[in-house]
T-cell receptor, first 113, second 115 residues
Framework: EAQVTQNPRYLITVTGKKLTVTCSQN?????MSWYRQDPGLGLRQIYY???????DKGDVPEGYKVSRKEKRNFPLILESPSPNQTSLYFC????????????FGPGTRLTVT | AQTVTQSQPEMSVQEAETVTLSCTYD???????LFWYKQPPSRQMILVIR??????QNATENRFSVNFQKAAKSFSLKISDSQLGDAAMYFC????????????FGSGTKLNVKP
């Protein structure tokens, strides 16, 4: 089954404790992206990657890091989480075909206290 | 910069009636794609419909259709014969093409369906 998986689905942590949210896709997609969703703001892009070892900042990259060492994986790293990073996070992937939509993971609900 | 605007934070429709959700976008590009995504309470993002900017014909998918006005940069979603299962958050999205391949999303419209 074609899918994007994210782990964990829920996470409660404390300020400053480094964490990683994993993302993996099995569709051999080149394009992968991380979004955060906040009420009234829609989906805002954090980082995206066009292929292995190619990443670029989205609209809200501050406080986040990513890496793309393998085509299927695109982890999101919060080195020192803060309460303003409490949000719903989505990983998504897409082929580079012009008509391809993005396929989304199930979301990760992160709470930073 | 590309922006996508959904001016209706929340809307309501009676079951079996028709509702139209609005979306406008700002771009200087001529080649791009537009999408509508549905997000039910399960939070899963589901593609509803897509439209290529070069196609004048409006896309349709069963009860869902769009009104694409390229000159006006408008991309509205019409839901006919609304069902209770249509209740969800709806997001409009724009995909820029070429060297700056990127997606942009609106802030969403919450659709309530009344029985």
């Amino acid at each position: 089954e074609a899918q994007v998986t994210q782990n964990p689905r829920y996470l409660i942590t404390v300020t400053g404790k480094k964490l990683t949210v994993t993302c993996s896709q099995n569709m051999n997609h080149e394009y992968m992206s991380w979004y955060r969703q906040d009420p009234g703001l829609g989906l805002r892009q954090i980082y995206y990657s066009m292929n292995v070892e190619v990443t670029d900042k989205g609209d809200v990259p501050e406080g986040y890091k990513v890496s793309r060492k393998e085509k299927r994986n695109f982890p999101l790293i919060l080195e020192s989480p803060s309460p303003n990073q409490t949000s719903l996070y989505f990983c998504a992937s897409s082929s580079l075909d012009r008509e391809s939509e993005q396929y989304f993971g199930p979301g990760t609900r992160l709470t930073v206290t | 910069a590309q922006t996508v605007t959904q001016s209706q934070p929340e809307m309501s429709v009676q079951e079996a009636e028709t509702v139209t959700l609005s979306c406008t976008y700002d771009t200087s590009e001529s080649d791009y794609y537009l999408f509508w995504y549905k997000q039910p309470p399960s939070r899963q993002m589901i593609l509803v419909i897509r439209q290529e900017a070069y196609k004048q014909q409006n896309a349709t998918e069963n009860r869902f259709s769009v009104n694409f006005q390229k000159a006006a940069k408008s991309f509205s979603l019409k839901i006919s014969d609304s069902q209770l299962g249509d209740a969800a958050m709806y997001f409009c999205a724009y995909r820029r093409w070429g060297n700056f391949n990127k997606f942009y999303f609106g802030s969403g419209t919450k659709l309530n369906v009344k029985p």
